[in-house]
Nanobody
Framework: VQLQASGGGLVQAGGSLRLFCAAS????????MAWYRQAPGKQRELVAV??????NYAESVKGRFTIIADNAKNTVSLQMNSLKPDDTAVYYC??????????WGQGTQVTVSS
């Protein structure tokens, strides 16, 4: 199983970006799809997760970010609006398959300038 993430870049505060992640390989069922981020000097943190038709978000991104999971196409996107400098980080996608098998994408850099 491989995940390919894309869509990162440099944007000014208040702007928008959309991240995209596509999973390929032997995938039958995806239990959850998620986005994480890791800022310099900080631990990786959960940003948003979609599972069984429900989505949950970190408090810091609620109302600004939207996770869009397409289980039929094995893709997950993250629409990020009203971006802030504190959103600057490397963003990683992750899928969880049955038996707790987790797979990660390679990470995509998001930089928000003030």
């Amino acid at each position: 199983v491989q995940l390919q993430a894309s869509g990162g870049g440099l944007v000014q505060a208040g702007g928008s970006l959309r991240l995209f992640c596509a999973a390929s390989g032997r995938i039958t069922v995806i239990n959850a799809m998620a986005w994480y981020r890791q800022a310099p000097g900080k631990q990786r943190e959960l940003v948003a997760v979609s599972s069984s038709g429900s989505a949950n978000y970190a408090e810091s991104v609620k109302g600004r970010f939207t996770i869009i999971a397409d289980n039929a196409k094995n893709t997950v996107s993250l629409q990020m609006n009203s971006l802030k400098p504190d959103d600057t980080a490397v963003y990683y996608c992750k899928i969880t398959l049955p038996w707790g098998m987790n797979y990660w994408g390679q990470g995509t850099q998001v930089t928000v300038s003030s």
